[in-house]
C-alpha cells in the first residue's frame, strides 16, 4: 500500500466555517491510505511581488508546508460566485516566486460546501481555472458540492446523513486513485527537456 501526505487548505477563515467541519469531517472518513494535514494560511500578508526578494517567514513556512505533501485538497466555501479572497491570496503566495510556483506537477482536488442547491460550483470551476494555470493536474471527477443542512455534521465530525457519508467515502476513494494515477505516471520531481525541439519565441515558460 502506498501512502500519500494530503494538505488541506479551508477557504474560509471564519470561526464557525461549515467548510472547516466538512474538512473535519473527511480527516475522520480519509482512508489509511491518506493522510489529510491541515495547511493554516490565515496569516499571511496581502502578496505582492514586492516580497519575491525574500519572502517572510510565514510565507517561507508556508510553501515549505505544501513542499512536503503529495497532494493538496481546496476545501472551500464559494464567496460571490468565487473563490474567498483569503484563499486567492495564498494561492498567489503559493505560486511564486516566479519559478518556484508549489502547485507545479502537484495534484490537487477541490470540494465544498454552501446552503445552497448548486453552492461551490461556480467556484470550484474559478478553482480549477487558476491550478490549472499553476500547472497543478486536477482531478475533474467526482464533483462534490454538499449542500450543507443543520445538523449534517455534528460537533464531532461526524456525518450524519448516510448517503453524504458514502458519497464523501467515495470521494476520497477516488481522490487516492487520481493521485495514484499521477505518480505512476510521472514521478513529481521528474523533468523532460525535449531533444531537438526549438521553442517559438511566443512560448510560455511561466513555471
Ligand atoms: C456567501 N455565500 C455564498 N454561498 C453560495 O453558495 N454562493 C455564493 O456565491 C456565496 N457568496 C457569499 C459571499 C460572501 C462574502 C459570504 C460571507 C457568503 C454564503 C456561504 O455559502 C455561507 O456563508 C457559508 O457558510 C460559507 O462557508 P463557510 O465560510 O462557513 O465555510
Redesign the pocket.
Known amino acids: 500500500m502506498t501512502q500519500y501526505t494530503v494538505g488541506y487548505l479551508?477557504?474560509?477563515l471564519?470561526k464557525?466555517?461549515?467548510?472547516?467541519k466538512l474538512a473535519e469531517a473527511l480527516v475522520r472518513l480519509a482512508p489509511e491510505e491518506l493522510v489529510l494535514k491541515e495547511i493554516p494560511f490565515r496569516d499571511l500578508p496581502i502578496y505582492s511581488y514586492d516580497y519575491d526578494a525574500d519572502f517572510p517567514p510565514v510565507a517561507r513556512a508556508f510553501k515549505e508546508s505544501l513542499a512536503t505533501v503529495d497532494a493538496v485538497l481546496f476545501v472551500t466555501?464559494?464567496?460571490?460566485?468565487?473563490i474567498?479572497g483569503g484563499l486567492k491570496n495564498a494561492i498567489d503566495w503559493a505560486s511564486r516566486p516566479y519559478g518556484k510556483n508549489s502547485f507545479a506537477r502537484k495534484p490537487s482536488a477541490t470540494i465544498g460546501?454552501?446552503?445552497?442547491k448548486?453552492?461551490?460550483a461556480?467556484?470550484q470551476q474559478h478553482l480549477k481555472s487558476i491550478l490549472s494555470f499553476c500547472n497543478s493536474p486536477m482531478m475533474n471527477s467526482i464533483e462534490a458540492y454538499i449542500q450543507?443542512t443543520p445538523g449534517l455534521i455534528s460537533d464531532q465530525g461526524e456525518i450524519t446523513d448516510p448517503a453524504v457519508e458514502e458519497f464523501l467515502r467515495n470521494y476520497l476513494d477516488e481522490l487516492y486513485g487520481f493521485i495514484c494515477r499521477v505518480y505512476t505516471a510521472l514521478e513529481s520531481t521528474a523533468t523532460f527537456q525535449p531533444h531537438n525541439v526549438s521553442q517559438p519565441s511566443t512560448m510560455s515558460t511561466r513555471h
Not at 16 to 20: D, H, K, L, V
Not at 77 to 82: F, K, L, W
Open positions: 479551508v477557504g474560509s471564519a464557525a466555517s461549515i467548510n472547516r466555501p464559494e464567496y460571490n460566485r468565487s474567498p460546501t454552501s446552503p445552497g448548486i453552492g461551490t461556480v467556484c450543507f
